[in-house]
């Protein structure tokens, strides 16, 4: 599997942002597609995971209600929706992928994760 990350941009508080991370390769239904992000100085920390093959979410507590992840089977695609931006959401980017058929909740460890892909910048101006 590999992975390609896109959407990010320079955007203002109170905006809205749509990630997008297209999986090459074989996406088994036991994996889970999570996003984490990385701000300058700061360790990588977990976003919001999705399990493929029923779309079971689960979220950092400082994105709950703010956005959400989706996948499109079709596409071999996950999505991160942000709205309501805020300049702490300020970083880069990552999707990555859990190889192991791991039950729910989804691991919020970035170890956990095999599959990376090269991240997509996210800004957010006050």
């Known amino acids: 599997v590999q992975l390609q990350a896109s959407g990010g941009g320079l955007v203002q508080t109170g905006d809205s942002l749509r990630l997008s991370c297209v999986a090459s390769?074989?996406?088994?239904?036991?994996?889970?597609l999570g996003w984490f992000r990385q701000a300058p100085g700061k360790e990588r920390e977990f976003v919001a995971a999705?399990?493929?093959?029923?779309?079971?979410?689960d979220y950092s507590n400082f994105v709950v209600g703010r956005f959400a992840i989706s996948r499109s089977n079709a596409r071999n695609t996950v999505y991160l929706q942000m709205n309501g931006l805020k300049p702490e959401d300020t970083a880069v980017y990552h999707c990555?992928?859990?190889?192991?058929?791991?039950?729910?909740?989804?691991?919020?460890?970035?170890?956990?994760?095999?599959?990376w892909g090269q991240g997509t910048q996210v800004t957010v101006s006050s």
């Open positions: 390769g074989d996406i088994f239904s036991s994996y889970w």
């Open positions: 990555a992928v859990d190889v192991r058929s791991r039950p729910a909740p989804s691991s919020r460890l970035a170890s956990d994760y095999a599959v």
């Open positions: 999705i399990r493929w093959r029923d779309a079971r979410a």
